[in-house]
């Protein structure tokens, strides 16, 4: 990393003393070291607050399974870890230890907790071990951190001052004060997408139904809503402001023609429901999208997909669809993958196999990011 230019302090562990002395670090870090919450000559304390906050990228590598569990359950019986819950940068962790400690499920199931936090797992490389067995565990080679954490900043700068609108999850319709017409969507894609698009660099607006706002990134900008009225008016006011908009959310298409002041009674056998049809957001942000905004939607569809899909990128005056075919395993509300087919505007159509929604969520910026 110094050789790349960066400036670098090293806080270790004690037990990181056992195999490399204080003056190595140093020598080669070009600071002093941490490594303890007070130095013993001076009784001076280290600033772990200070440390979390004056580093863009916080490595921790070698991540030992003692300090990866740590981390995981906010531990704090070190300087290492009292700065990891200082540090307000990203957090890249390498894993390093013998293969069974690895696939042990409690170590599994603590790289899954860090990744939910946002943190962000360097490979785990394979090969000879400590132990002499062979398979997963090495850390990853100090070349490829060096590589993935360049990559890392010089992406994050990517789309630095385009301004980009997301809307996700579902809408409530109300029908009175305890009831509402609504669907099963999480928001999950679109959360992926604005947190996505804020990783590199973007200005993101997220105006977001009645789900939850965990796992976001703390620099989007947050709006929450219910109806598909509400979702119209911020989303055709912040629209004005940006470059482009990605609309995934799960808009209802129809609303209780009234609203009820008191919760209606059951009275009768039979009810019927009056519904009105709502606003199509995407429709009217593609009638007021100027030249250089670009504009992308969801398709949800259940037969004739490409060509209903089409057929929307059309009728909304789109650059991009990303289509979701229900008949897919692996897509759909509520999932934590999705598969999907990006049609652009030009004719071109992008296939993908079913990942992770975050992965989906690259591959979409990614289109974008060409726009832009
Ligand atoms: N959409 C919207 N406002 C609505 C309905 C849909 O902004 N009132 C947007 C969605 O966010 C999505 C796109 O339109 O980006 C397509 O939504 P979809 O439900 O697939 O299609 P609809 O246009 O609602 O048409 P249909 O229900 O007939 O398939």
């Not at 301004?163 to 928001?187: C, M, Q, W």
């Not at 470059?243 to 209606?264: F, G, H, N, T």
């Not at 669809?321 to 992008?350: C, P, R, V, Y």
Request: hydrophobic share 40%; proline share 3%.
């Amino acid at each position: 990393m110094i050789k790349s230019g960066a400036q670098v302090k090293v806080v270790c562990t004690p037990n990181a003393l056992d195999f490399v002395t204080p003056l190595t670090l140093s020598t080669l870090s070009k600071n002093a070291i941490y490594s303890h919450f007070f130095v013993k000559e001076t009784g001076e304390w280290v600033n772990h607050v200070e440390l979390g906050k004056w580093a863009d990228a916080f490595v921790v590598a070698p991540c030992t399974a003692n300090t990866l569990t740590k981390m995981a359950n906010g531990y704090c019986d070190n300087l290492l870890l009292a700065t990891y819950l200082s540090a307000d940068c990203p957090v890249f962790f390498a894993p390093a230890m013998d293969l069974d400690m690895y696939l042990h499920p409690t170590t599994q199931h603590n790289i899954s907790t860090l990744l939910s936090y946002n943190n962000i797992e360097l490979p785990t490389g394979e090969g000879e071990l400590a132990s002499g067995l062979v398979g997963k565990g090495r850390m990853c080679e100090p070349e490829e951190i060096e590589h993935i954490l360049s990559s890392y900043f010089e992406r994050e700068e990517s789309l630095l001052g385009k301004t980009i609108l997301v809307n996700a999850g579902p809408t409530h319709e109300k029908l009175d004060p305890v009831r509402f017409i609504g669907n099963y969507s999480s928001g999950k894609m679109g959360k992926a997408i604005a947190n996505e698009l804020s990783s590199r660099g973007a200005m993101v607006h997220l105006v977001l139904g009645p789900v939850s706002a965990d796992g976001l990134d703390t620099k989007i900008h947050l709006t929450k809503i219910e109806s598909a009225q509400e979702m119209y008016k911020a989303c055709s006011e912040i629209f004005t402001t940006c470059d482009a908009a990605i609309l995934s959310a799960a808009v209802a298409d129809y609303r209780p023609a009234s609203q009820e002041d008191q919760k209606i009674k059951k009275k009768t056998e039979e009810f019927n429901l009056e519904l009105v049809k709502t606003v199509d957001v995407l429709k009217s942000l593609g009638e007021i999208k100027k030249n250089h905004q670009f504009l992308a939607g969801f398709a949800l569809e259940t037969q004739n997909e490409q060509e209903n899909a089409l057929l929307k990128l059309e009728k909304k005056n789109l650059d991009f669809i990303i289509l979701n075919s229900m008949n897919d395993k692996g897509a759909g509300f509520g999932k934590d993958t999705n598969k999907i087919t990006i049609l652009e505007k030009n004719g071109k159509k992008h296939t993908f196999e079913t990942k992770p929604k975050k992965d989906v969520a690259i591959d979409i910026v990614n289109l974008l990011a060409t726009y832009l």
